[in-house]
């Protein structure tokens, strides 16, 4: 298997924090999901590979080339990358969506797993040259209080939230869920905007708020440095009750191209994809352990608390359509823009 570690200069907690904008560990604002997509500029390896044989070459040539963000939407494939058929995959870690989105655009690459309202920008931006083929991430956003008044949302009302991803899907969500619960986001709470999770912690830690909501595994971080925080409200609970499906972070983008050039051999990666969730699912420890060491979480040990808050799923068919849709018209509700400027057509949802 050639895999290519690109690592961003950031920490991983922040890193953790600007995945998640998308509602959850991995979301994209409009601007940055359009600007990517427009700008198909080839990304310049971090590494230098060796030059390839003939044999190496073909090898290459005939894998699936497959794109992972660092984070949650990243951790259900490990064990699929370490598996044995994992030679038949080239499997690329990136730190942020505008490294994956213009060679996802360019050909340059067949899948990624990526923020679900980046796939609906780029099926728009590309005239459906791409198609989702599952999501792998249900929602990772909670809301966190240091402090016992939060049970319900709407006990939010009169208080302050600090969040991140003002402009996208964190901000979506959380307007969506406060107004269906008859809690007016513009007059009935202050929601403040942090430029990434860490900034929101320090506020909560230096007492300058008390409520926040935050993604995973950046919760499970949080909980150990602040005493008396503690998990008030699950947002995908929260967006099941008023929404009636499940809340989306992350999916699985193909292209199209690559799904036709050889249907068998994508077919057989998906079924291994299935049991790479299940096992990242199962096997806390072991899945933790491969985290690390392609360096999806920082450390295992992280990886191994936050994995069961992390929602790492593997939604095929009817029921993945059914639940883009509806978090889909929640976005383009609140912005177009948000999902590419309209609402992606069935053939972007990928039938096996």
Do not use: H
């Not at 991983?12 to 924090?17: E, G, Q």
């Not at 690459?109 to 309202?117: E, F, I, K, R, T």
């Not at 009169?158 to 003002?166: E, M």
């Not at 929601?191 to 929101?200: F, Q």
């Amino acid at each position: 298997m050639k895999l290519k570690r690109i690592f961003a200069a950031v920490t991983a907690f922040a890193l953790c924090a600007s995945l998640a904008g998308c509602g959850a560990a991995a979301t994209v604002s409009k601007s940055a999901a359009e600007s990517a997509a427009e700008s198909a500029v080839e990304a310049t390896p971090a590494v230098t590979e060796a030059p390839a044989t003939e044999e190496t070459a073909d090898a290459s040539e005939a894998a699936l080339r497959i794109a992972g963000l660092k984070g949650p939407t990243t951790m259900g494939l490990v064990n699929l990358m370490s598996d044995e058929v994992a030679s038949n995959y080239n499997f690329t870690m990136y730190g942020a969506a505008d490294e994956i989105v213009p060679l996802l655009i360019k050909g340059d690459l067949d899948a990624a797993a990526v923020p679900a309202n980046l796939a609906a920008t780029l099926y728009n931006k590309t005239n459906g040259a791409v198609e989702v083929a599952c999501i792998n991430t249900l929602g990772v956003l909670y809301i966190v209080e240091n402090g016992e008044t939060v049970n319900s949302v709407g006990d939010l009302k009169g208080q302050t939230i600090v969040t991140t991803g003002k402009g996208a899907t964190p901000e979506y969500v959380l307007r969506y869920v406060l107004t269906e619960n008859g809690v007016d986001p513009d007059s009935d709470v202050t929601i403040e905007y942090c430029s990434e999770a860490t900034e929101a912690l320090s506020k909560v830690q230096a007492g300058e708020a008390t409520i926040a909501m935050l993604p995973q595994p950046f919760v499970t971080s949080a909980m150990s440095q602040v005493e008396g925080l503690r998990v008030a409200l699950d947002m995908n609970e929260e967006w099941q009750k008023v929404a009636g499906s499940k809340l989306v972070t992350g999916v699985l983008v193909v292209r199209k191209d690559a799904v036709e050039n050889d249907p068998e051999a994508f077919a057989a990666f998906m079924d291994g994809y299935a049991a790479s969730v299940e096992a990242a699912n199962s096997d806390l420890e072991g899945t933790a352990a491969l985290c690390e060491q392609y360096g999806v979480v920082a450390k295992a040990a992280l990886a191994q608390k936050a994995l069961p808050q992390c929602n790492i799923v593997f939604e095929t068919g009817d029921e993945m359509k059914t639940d883009l849709e509806t978090y889909f018209n929640v976005l383009y509700a609140a912005d177009p823009t948000s999902v590419g400027g309209q609402l992606p057509a069935d053939d972007f949802y990928y039938a096996g």
